[in-house]
């Protein structure tokens, strides 16, 4: 069995709007013909693009899934010219229980991909968006944020294009979005299992992240870049009849992400105290924390460092930390050449 074994109420080559679920078989105790009901709604007016909008692919990122919930209630047919699918709690278990990963089976959705027909339901939610969904779209956009532990200065990102006609093409569709930081990434530690190393694999032609906020909560500035964002987005597609906002974008300052010497970790387990905050400029080998031990407190602290130099754009929120967890992270200011 390769095919999906979820079944979709909604059908989209349908003319209109339709919203319903996407029907994941699960027959466990307490239900034993179940489905999980993964929300989805489709807009198709005429012709043109097919944008997938995605969000809840981490369930504790809610500035993506606050967004296009109320996206999904206010387009109409006669905004849209072609057709915008809209996911916004990719990951339903995880979006329901507000957590990176799924109550059900531990599954992190943006580590799930390809998936697998046969496998646990995050695999299924994988394997349908990468054979079903992704098929479909000329333009994918998965909305993250920081989740629970991390937060971001508010950040799109994409792997950047070898081809310079794509990567003109991107870097405008950045500009369109307009947050303060866009991450232009070559090969973020090889890691392909996400909903955009799907796209790629599928050849979507154009795909594109965010890193909205974080922390576990909505703020209304974040909230803000993301809801303008997602309109300007949609209108720089061509999918909408008339713009949804005219606010304009800000400037966006374009970073490179190296991989592995642009984060920072945890170098022990106990208390952090940070020594720098987001935005800050840091130097290659500069002190970045101190962690401290509450169980032996006359001891000296350990000192975590920065490996790379750059902008600070991300930074772990919660006091308490283990060794190998992620404290910060850079980017440094990006070099076409
Ligand atoms: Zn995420």
């Known amino acids: 069995m390769s095919r999906s074994r979820i079944f979709s109420e909604v059908d989209f080559d349908k003319e209109g709007k339709q919203s319903g679920f996407l029907r994941l078989p699960h027959s466990v105790h307490r239900s034993a013909y179940g489905w999980l009901p993964i929300p989805i709604t489709c807009i198709k007016n005429g012709s043109g693009p097919?944008?997938?909008?995605?969000?809840?692919?981490?369930?504790?990122?809610y500035e993506g899934q606050v967004t296009l919930m109320k996206l999904t209630r206010r387009l109409r047919p006669a905004d849209v010219k072609g057709r915008i699918i809209i996911l916004s709690a990719a990951n339903f278990p995880a979006a329901m229980a507000g957590m990176r990963t799924s109550p059900i089976d531990d599954g992190n959705l943006n580590r799930s991909f390809p998936g697998d027909p046969n496998g646990r339901p995050t695999a299924m939610i994988a394997h349908?968006?990468?054979?079903?969904?992704?098929?479909m779209v000329d333009v994918a956009v998965d909305l993250h944020s920081g989740g629970s532990s991390l937060m971001y200065i508010p950040s799109c990102l994409a792997r950047r294009p070898s081809d310079?006609?794509?990567?003109?093409r991107t870097i405008a569709m950045m500009r369109a979005f307009g947050t303060p930081i866009a991450m232009m990434f070559d090969m973020p530690q090889g890691e392909d299992r996400t909903l955009s190393g799907a796209a790629e694999r599928v050849g979507v032609g154009l795909n594109m992240g965010t890193e909205l906020g974080g922390t576990g909560t909505v703020t209304k500035s974040v909230l803000a870049y993301a809801e303008q964002g997602v309109a300007r987005l949609l209108?720089?597609?061509?999918v909408l009849t008339r713009p949804l906002t005219d606010a304009k974008p800000g400037p966006t300052r374009f970073l490179a992400v190296r991989g592995a010497p642009d984060y920072c970790y945890a170098p022990d387990t106990g208390l952090f105290e940070p020594f720098v905050e987001l935005g800050d400029t840091v130097a290659p080998g500069q002190a970045a924390g101190a962690v401290h031990f509450p169980d032996t407190p006359w001891r000296e602290?350990?000192?975590a460092h920065f490996e790379n130099?750059?902008?600070?754009?991300?930074?772990?929120i919660p006091g308490r930390i283990e060794r190998g967890d992620c404290l910060f992270h850079l980017g440094s200011d990006y070099d076409e050449g």
């Open 50 to 61: 097919t944008v997938l909008l995605s969000s809840g692919n981490h369930g504790d990122e």
């Open 128 to 135: 349908f968006i990468e054979t079903v969904l992704l098929p």
């Open 164 to 168: 310079p006609a794509q990567r003109a």
């Open 235 to 238: 209108d720089h597609f061509g």
């Open 301 to 303: 602290p350990t000192i």
């Open 309 to 316: 130099g750059g902008l600070v754009i991300c930074k772990r």
